[in-house]
């Protein structure tokens, strides 16, 4: 099990950039695949980004691609999320979250176990 704490959120214009980052806990954070997850008001939880275990490997959603990049760094026990080019329609509550498996490129939200308590996003046009 590991602990997340996501921050870097607030309210930026549109077209502005912000770096969001994740602290975990405990000593076997390298092993994990850490995502991105989103909720936006009165929608469902999306996947955002996914990294693997050693950072080889990424996947985004089509809707963040080109403007969304994700990033870990094992020896900080740290996962970021760099947004450029925000857009109102990213206005939403960011979660990190750890899954078991760090070699696959999960984006199910139920294939993770572990989850951040979430920063907000507010993108103003």
């Known amino acids: 099990q590991v602990q997340l704490v996501e921050s870097g959120g607030g309210l930026v214009q549109a077209r502005d950039s912000l770096r969001l980052s994740c602290v975990g806990s405990g000593r076997s954070f390298s092993r994990y695949g850490l995502g991105w997850f989103r909720q936006a008001p009165g929608k469902e939880r999306e996947f955002v980004a996914v990294i693997s275990w050693n950072g080889g490997s990424t996947y985004y959603a089509d809707s963040v691609k080109g403007r969304f990049t994700i990033s870990r760094d094992n020896a900080k026990n740290t996962v970021y999320l760099q947004m450029n080019g925000l857009k109102p329609e990213d206005t939403a509550v960011y979660y990190c979250?750890?899954?078991?498996?760090?070699?696959?490129?999960?984006?199910?939200?139920?294939?993770?176990?572990?989850w951040g308590q979430g920063t907000q996003v507010t993108v103003s046009s």
């Open positions: 979250a750890a899954a078991a498996y760090g070699n696959v490129l999960n984006r199910k939200s139920d294939d993770y176990n572990d």
